[in-house]
Structure formats: structure tokens, C-alpha cells
């Protein structure tokens, strides 16, 4: 098995350990096919995403301690759908992607030229 891949082919690091984000809830952001939602990119929350997030129905912001989810607030990273976050920036509303926490496989729907106009600044 080879080591997942960021976007610039490079070893995908760690998008975010506390809070524990994650399809495989291990910190990174890597899909696989029973990952419907294509959990794959690293997004820094703000309070416009986090509160577009809730409008569409997944509310990042409560928390489910019988999940062992602490809710997110603005400045922590987790691992979005892809499709949410392509819905989110064509509303106009703007999540910065940490890149090297990013999977490839998002290249199969944005550029990384794309990619790199919405990138947090240390990445």
C-alpha cells in the first residue's frame, strides 16, 4: 500500500489531532470509496463556513460528546466534503485550504492553480 499523496505529490501531512478530524478519524484528510462525502480537503474553519456548513445541514459547530466531538470554532481545521466546499466558494463563501493536508484526489475536480487562491498562507 502506498502512502497517501497531498496535493503536490508529496506525503499528505496531518490536517488537524485535536480536534481529531478525518474520515478514519486519524488527523488526515484521505478518502477512500465507502467515504461518500469525499472527505479530502483541509479547510480552516471561519464563522461564515462554519455557519454556511450549518444552513446546509451539517452542523460542525455543536458539539456530540457521545461522539467524542467537541464542536469546531473558527480557526480549526478539519476535513470537509469536497462538494461542500466547492458549494460553499460558489456562494461566495470562502474556506482557506491548508494544501499539504489536502488529498490529491481533489484534483479531480479543482486545479491546483484553484486550489492555491484559496491556501492558507503557511502552506
Request: charged letters at 25%; a negative charge.
Amino acid at each position: 500500500m502506498t502512502a497517501p499523496l497531498n496535493v503536490y505529490g508529496t506525503p499528505l501531512e496531518a490536517c488537524s489531532h485535536d480536534p481529531l478530524t478525518g474520515f478514519f478519524r486519524d488527523g488526515c484528510c484521505r478518502t477512500c470509496k465507502e467515504d461518500v462525502g469525499q472527505h479530502s480537503i483541509c479547510v480552516e474553519m471561519s464563522e461564515a463556513f462554519l455557519l454556511f456548513s450549518r444552513a446546509r445541514g451539517n452542523d460542525l459547530i455543536a458539539p456530540r460528546l457521545e461522539l467524542g466531538f467537541p464542536g469546531l470554532l473558527p480557526g480549526d481545521r478539519w476535513c470537509v466534503c469536497l462538494p461542500r466546499w466547492l458549494e460553499a466558494r460558489a456562494e461566495g463563501v470562502i474556506g482557506r485550504v491548508h494544501l499539504r493536508a489536502t488529498d490529491a484526489s481533489v484534483l479531480t475536480e479543482v486545479s491546483l492553480e484553484e486550489l492555491e487562491r484559496y491556501a492558507l498562507a503557511d502552506t
